[in-house]
């Protein structure tokens, strides 16, 4: 069993009328690995709807919690690009899981969006990495301790000493 906890950030963002801005809304994972004739047992549950950039530590606990305690040894979390380093890094003292964090640079309800495949990407990665943390996006795995979002490129890098 994977547990998918989502958070929001841009991958569960939708238009609510033509005169808004993009909003964080229910999100569209269980539709996503429907459509996608995803059979690998899993349970998704949305533990906030919130962009990255306001998530507070007491967020971060609680996401820290929900992955403690649950009984799945196999976790993907859904998060907001911006911050998903910050929260990565928080994951870290939990033993025995393989944890990674994926999101979207475009939201899921767009043609031209990375979010499928980053979370299919995820979803395999959950499945084969050895327990520990990871970051998986647009095809590559990252450790946490050693990974920025470099927003001018609009992916994740390794960092450089």
């Known amino acids: 069993m994977i547990d998918i906890f989502t958070t929001g950030g841009t991958i569960d963002k939708v238009y609510f009328d033509a005169l808004s801005e993009y909003k964080i809304g229910a999100t569209g994972l269980p539709d996503?690995?429907?459509?996608?004739?995803v059979f690998v047992p899993h349970r998704v549950t949305q533990l906030m709807r919130k962009d990255s950039l306001e998530l507070t530590d007491a967020d971060r606990?609680?996401?820290?919690?929900?992955?403690?305690?649950?009984?799945?040894?196999k976790i993907l979390v859904t998060h907001g690009t911006d911050t998903m380093v910050d929260t990565a890094r928080v994951l870290a003292?939990?033993?025995?899981?393989?944890?990674?964090?994926?999101?979207?640079?475009?939201?899921?309800?767009?043609?031209?969006s990375d979010a499928e495949f980053n979370v299919g990407?995820?979803?395999?990665?959950?499945?084969?990495?050895?327990?520990?943390v990871y970051i998986?996006?647009?095809?590559?795995?990252?450790d946490p301790?050693?990974?920025r979002k470099d927003r001018s490129a609009h992916r994740f890098i390794r960092q450089r000493d």
């Open 32 to 37: 996503m690995l429907a459509e996608n004739n």
């Open 61 to 73: 606990q609680a996401i820290h919690d929900a992955v403690a305690a649950s009984d799945a040894d």
């Open 145 to 147: 301790a050693e990974t």
């Open 93 to 112: 003292d939990i033993a025995c899981k393989t944890i990674v964090l994926t999101g979207a640079m475009q939201p899921a309800t767009l043609r031209n």
């Open 121 to 132: 990407f995820a979803l395999a990665a959950t499945q084969t990495l050895p327990p520990g």
């Open 136 to 142: 998986a996006m647009n095809g590559e795995v990252f």
